[in-house]
């Protein structure tokens, strides 16, 4: 990975991630042109730094579906008893640790069809999940990072505190700071 590469996926990262690499999100999605060069010994880099990890969960043609997560927040996400019980209905199992869990994601992502209960492993509520996926989409009381179906304030208070992530982040690249520099400088800033 050149510098030049390395610099514009960190950009990309901060502004698709930034909630998750500061620690108040679980997880995020980012589709991105990944070349395999150099990009598995940056993985191991930035996951050592930053304690997130990065999945490829799914390819096509030149573009890669990264799953962005901060394994800790995740395994809380999905260890939710009335979760678990919202994903056995897609094939999660109770005896699925979360490397499994995450398999199982990317296995129906294979399928042709986007799982609609990955919200459930982006952090949004169950509650959003299952409305969305009865209302096929529509009817939605609030439409932001995701659409909301239920608690339409509290959504609307979490949007503005990953909008403040991605800002702070981001104006400490502009800055010229290191991408884990700029990691640290904006989690104490929060």
């Given at each position: 990975m050149s510098e030049h590469e390395r610099q514009s996926f960190e950009h990309t990262l901060a502004v698709h991630s930034a909630p998750t690499l500061l620690g108040i999100k679980c997880a995020n999605l980012i589709s991105a042109a990944i070349k395999k060069k150099g990009f598995l010994s940056y993985q191991r880099e930035f996951e050592s730094n930053s304690g997130i990890k990065l999945r490829v969960l799914c390819k096509c043609r030149?573009?890669?579906?990264?799953?962005?997560?901060?394994?800790?927040?995740?395994?809380?996400?999905?260890?939710?008893?009335?979760?678990?019980?919202?994903?056995?209905?897609?094939?999660?199992?109770?005896?699925?640790d979360l490397q499994q869990m995450l398999m199982q994601l990317a296995k129906r992502m294979q399928c042709g069809n986007f799982p609609h209960?990955?919200?459930?492993?982006?952090?949004?509520?169950?509650?959003?999940?299952?409305?969305?996926?009865?209302?096929?989409?529509?009817?939605?009381?609030?439409?932001?990072?995701?659409?909301?179906?239920?608690?339409?304030?509290?959504?609307?208070?979490?949007?503005?505190?990953?909008d403040r992530c991605r800002d702070i982040l981001c104006d400490k690249l502009q800055q010229g700071c290191d991408f884990f520099r700029a990691l640290e400088l904006s989690k104490e800033e929060l």
């Open positions: 030149e573009r890669q579906l990264l799953y962005v997560y901060h394994e800790t927040l995740l395994a809380m996400q999905l260890g939710q008893p009335d979760i678990r019980a919202f994903l056995s209905q897609f094939g999660y199992t109770d005896n699925m209960e990955i919200g459930i492993f982006l952090g949004y509520p169950l509650a959003d999940v299952k409305g969305f996926i009865a209302n096929h989409g529509k009817n939605c009381l609030l439409c932001g990072c995701w659409k909301v179906y239920s608690d339409p304030e509290s959504a609307q208070r979490t949007f503005a505190n990953y």
